[in-house]
């Protein structure tokens, strides 16, 4: 028995509780993780309420994020004792997940904890800073350098657009914010924002082409946000897009793309491939400092994530949120 997050569905509707579960609840995999950190993402959020169909079968651990130590391996490229990390690849969806004291997992889902890091900051950094990498990795693959001008960062207070932020200003380049809460401006200029704006500034139809206000941008929001970026980003420049806050909707036209050689770079961090995944975490170890986890993470216990996931769908949660197990 081990202590996790289970959710059930059943003729009393749909739960989530934290309880001691049998092992025979986990999935056939061929390495055993003894689990340390997990995390609280937004998907996480809507598992655990139940607020999407998120889940695709029950009972289910939920739990995007882990990183902890192999307990027993039937793979060559594992052993008892090795420091893993798991992001995506239908973890807390459709296959147990993180938030939990054990997970059993496919080796070719786990890659190795940089050595340059600590299991508490892997889980700071999360699915989240992982994707604000790829992003960032995405605008420096065509060309766009902290010399061609500002970043936006959309959604900037979640925890993609903070890791967003704090990466590309480490890395030499102006960021300009935009979120929703601009009254917590503070949070975001000490991550490294020069600049912020309103999110209502974008987030309603406009139009097909708008001023060059920016080299680049990373954008977690989607529908006539991602439009209106897409509209105001300059000659040559790119928009790395990962998600969908606002809408899956992209009612935009073709103009920045034939008359500005604008790029649209789609990210996807759940099924990456292997050598993404570890480029992108040896990338973050080598960029983040120490106080950069300070300033975005929070950390709880695992008998808290649940409330928690209520307030992170409520858009009560500023930065990452990081369960202790």
Known sequence: MFKGILINKDDQGYHAKVEQIDESV?????????????????????AITGKAPVVRSFPMIPGIDLVGTVEQSDSEKFSAGDQVLLNG???????????????????DWLIPLPSNMTAQQAMA??????????????????????DKGDVLVTGANGGVGS????????????????????????????????????????????RPLGKERW???????GSFTLANVCAG?????????????????????????????????????????????????????DVLSEDTFADICNEISLEEAIDTAKDLLEGKVQGRVVVKI
């Open 26 to 46: 986990l999935p056939e995999g061929d390495v055993t993780v003894k689990v340390s950190y997990s995390t609280l993402n937004y998907k996480d959020g809507l």
């Open 125 to 146: 950094i999360g699915t989240a800073g992982y994707t604000a990498m790829l992003c960032v990795i995405a605008l420096e693959k065509n060309g766009v350098t902290p």
């Open 89 to 107: 690849f239908g973890v807390g969806e459709t296959h147990c997940g993180g938030l939990a004291e054990k997970a059993r997992l496919k080796s």
């Open 215 to 221: 080299a680049g941008a990373v954008d977690s929001v």
């Open 233 to 285: 980003i300059k000659y040559g420049g790119t928009v790395a897009a990962c998600g969908l806050a606002q809408g899956m909707d992209f009612p935009a036209t073709v103009a920045p793309f034939i008359l500005r050689g604008v790029t649209l770079a789609g990210v996807d961090s759940v099924m990456r491939p292997l050598e993404d995944r570890v480029e992108a975490w040896q990338r973050l170890a």
């Open 163 to 206: 890791y967003a932020i704090a990466i590309l200003s480490k890395l030499g380049y102006r960021v300009v914010a935009s979120t929703g809460r601009v009254d917590e401006a503070d949070y975001l200029t000490k991550l490294g924002a020069c600049e912020i704006i309103d999110r209502n500034t974008l987030s309603e139809k406009g």
